[in-house]
């Protein structure tokens, strides 16, 4: 995709489509013996899904995933750095980004006030055009899209002047973490207590890469890491690939997991 951009540009429009085979919800006909009815079941398949990516004036990149089987169930994804980057690019605030992460902004100040102005209403309208752009069956049912969250990542972003300034107290803070963070704290945390249920599900890792040393504790299908960011950025983030994590109802807990951020489904 970054090949594609460099050539194309970052002007809005559509970027990119790209198609697959994938695991999909779907419906099959199911005739009962005893009541002579047949009716639709629901049941789970593979179909055929188009991955449609789009410059977006408002979160900047983004795709939406439509399958191609009914009930169309469908899945976008958006970056909040993306959303900020054009905010701050309409407000004329000259800004850096090194992949996700902003590694100069002109007025700080200004940027942490426009990334707690998102509201959900304004993404929902981004999402209701695009459902209504690359999914037009939603006309032939003569419904709406409801969406909600299924996974969501948010970061907590401390940028430094320089490498030097961050690489010794990060090498502190990542050996503390591993020594000192034990998993009821994590657990804690992200609002649960260790049962015996939960106690194999718990875990830590620490692990270096070429783009730096990754702090991560484990609970379940959540996530909390701390990681050096291109080396000048202390980011502290929460991944939940599972919103129903957080739901206090046992049985939430083997709700199946879905591939994508966010999803819709009418």
Known sequence: MAKVLKRRGDHP????VISAMEACQSYNPWHDKVSHKTFLKPDTGKCLHYYFYFMDPVVGLCYLRVPTWCPFRLQFYCNGHGWLAQKLKAKRIAHTLADNAFVRIENWQTAQKLADSLKPEQLHRVLDRYAHLC?????TFGQRYHWSIMQAEYSTDLVFRSREALAPLYEQLSRESVLAVKA??????????????????VGSRFATRIQGTCIKHRLWQAQVKMYDKVGLVLRIETTVNNVSFFSSTTARWNTAMGQAPVNWHP
């Open 184 to 201: 009821e704290q994590v657990a804690t945390f992200l609002g649960k207590k260790i049962t015996p249920q939960l106690a194999q599900e």
């Open 13 to 16: 429009g559509l970027v990119h």
């Open 135 to 139: 999914c037009p069956v939603e006309k």
